[in-house]
């Protein structure tokens, strides 16, 4: 093995010294810049702030030398008075006849606005604990409000003899309710709540407060459905 690798060696040699030895040169070293772009000399102009107004904005495009500033108008410019007769001649209610007025109708107050307001129903003062609150305590105590032991197919002919101040019965949107014991709770008063007892009040109802939840307020006292007769 040790003859083997003389020979091979041997016969490298020659290959070897052929070959040229590599030399190692050294290049001059490179200045950083960094420093010369962060420290700036005295004739510099980056430091110059920018010109005012911009090279090419519209105040330098103007022909003149200087940019005239707008005059401010009076209240005199803007709209003259009107001339003094004018305004001695004019009458409330009376349009002018004078085309310098710019004003083409009178001042005065509108008729409308002159005339009393008309009379506006109000609610009926009812009696110390006959509220809202009150009328809601009383469906929650338990009380028999309906009168009747169960649901009923109530005619028209049977909702007419229920037409008392004791005994008040109504119809509304196909529900019969006995209102008996709301009538002295209703805000409108005894009287305008009679008026449907012992018929069908579901018109009276919509014209005069359609906005009422009537199913909530008188759910306590539903005694049936109404039904044509027979």
Known sequence: ????????????LP??????????????????????DTVKGEDDDDDMPPAFPALNSAQRMTSGPTVTVPRILTDSDLMPPPPLPSLVSRR??????SSSLAVPTSLAVPPATT??????????????????????????????LRG???????????????????????AFNGK??????YIPYHPGGEKELLRVAGRDGSKLFALTHAWVNLDYMLDACLVGFLVPDS
């Open 176 to 181: 019969v309710y006995n209102i008996t014991s």
């Open 15 to 36: 290959i070897l010294s052929t070959m040229e030895t590599p030399q190692i040169t050294e290049s001059p070293p490179i200045e950083d810049d960094d420093d010369a």
């Open 148 to 170: 009747v032991d169960s649901l009923m197919r109530i005619p028209m002919s049977v909702l007419k003899q229920h037409n008392k101040r004791d005994d008040a019965w109504s």
């Open 92 to 97: 409330p209610g009376v349009p002018s006849s």
């Open 1 to 12: 093995m040790a003859s083997y690798v003389r020979s091979w060696l041997s016969s490298q």
């Open 115 to 144: 005339k009393p307001p008309k009379k506006v129903s109000r609610k009926v003062a009812l009696a110390p604990g006959h509220g809202p609150l009150d009328w809601a305590n009383l469906k929650k105590s338990g009380a028999d």
